[in-house]
């Protein structure tokens, strides 16, 4: 697969709103399909993305989700409006976590979100002001002509 | 281990099937916390969760899994179910417990990936 133009789009996020949650990385997900990229791009994309995601619905009122699909890599920029990173060395150690109980609850929150998108990424960064919001850019390259 | 074999070690019954009931499942993942899911599953594998909401299902779309084993004779929720037949994610209760049910499938045969198929 040849991607010759970049494919660039969107999805607006709601903190707290779990009924919808990973529906963006769903739907990224079927975009990278269709376009017939390689399984593991795909599936680091997928993951990378939906804990962005989920951490926007844990922590934060609102976020948004850009992503472009270019020929040599995907960028995927994650950015919310919600309490911010104090110590990001420290938030991004695994098992750390600052999720409420109830989240837990569902499975979520265990401290593992930051390092497992760093690890599906070839590039992650993150970004963040305490009281302002949180910005996260994952670049995951695609091999060309896998499939 | 075919789907067959995990259904009937189990003694599960099974809420929606989307696979060939022959079809080779090679790993499992056993957790109730959807970042492990994410960070130590490899595709087209099976879950076993104690968690019944559609996140967990969402999340085993994004992982690629195969199939949920839900434990304890838990009923994944109504929205669960709707969601994986919209993906195709074959789901089965068993009454057996996470440890019995684990133990069961390893004496069986079946492994988790990385850590026993290195």
């Known amino acids: ?147 | 281990m075919t789907f067959r074999k995990i259904i009937a070690t189990l003694e599960a019954e099974v809420i929606f099937n989307s696979i060939d009931i022959e079809t080779e499942i090679y790993s499992v993942c056993s957790t109730d916390l959807m970042s492990d899911l994410l960070r130590f599953s490899i595709p087209e594998s099976l879950l076993i969760t104690g968690l019944t909401q559609p996140q967990v299902v969402r999340t085993a779309e994004i992982a690629d899994v195969t199939a949920i084993a839900f434990i304890q004779d838990k009923r994944p929720e109504k929205e669960a179910i709707e969601l994986a037949r919209q993906k195709g994610i074959s789901l089965v209760v068993t009454r057996l417990s996470m440890f019995t049910a684990c133990g069961k499938l390893y004496v069986e045969g079946l492994r988790s990936f990385p850590e026993d198929n290195k």
């Open chain 1, 1 to 147: 697969m040849i991607i010759k133009n970049s494919i660039e789009g969107s999805f607006h996020l709601t903190g707290g709103d779990f009924t919808n949650a990973g529906i963006a990385s769903s739907e990224l997900k079927s975009i990278l399909t269709e376009l017939g990229l390689d399984d593991n791009v795909i599936r680091r994309a997928a993951i990378a993305t939906f804990e962005a995601e989920m951490n926007v619905i844990i922590h934060a009122i609102a976020g948004t989700i850009y992503y472009s699909i270019m020929p040599e890599h995907i960028k995927i920029i994650v950015n919310d409006m919600g309490p911010g990173i104090e110590d990001i060395e420290l938030a991004m150690q695994e098992g750390y976590s600052t999720a409420p109980d109830w989240v837990r609850e569902m499975g979520w929150g265990a401290g593992m979100g930051l390092p497992n998108m760093k690890k599906n990424s070839d590039e992650f960064k993150i970004d963040s002001v305490v009281g302002e919001g949180t910005t996260v850019e994952i670049i995951i390259n695609i091999k060309q002509g896998l499939r």
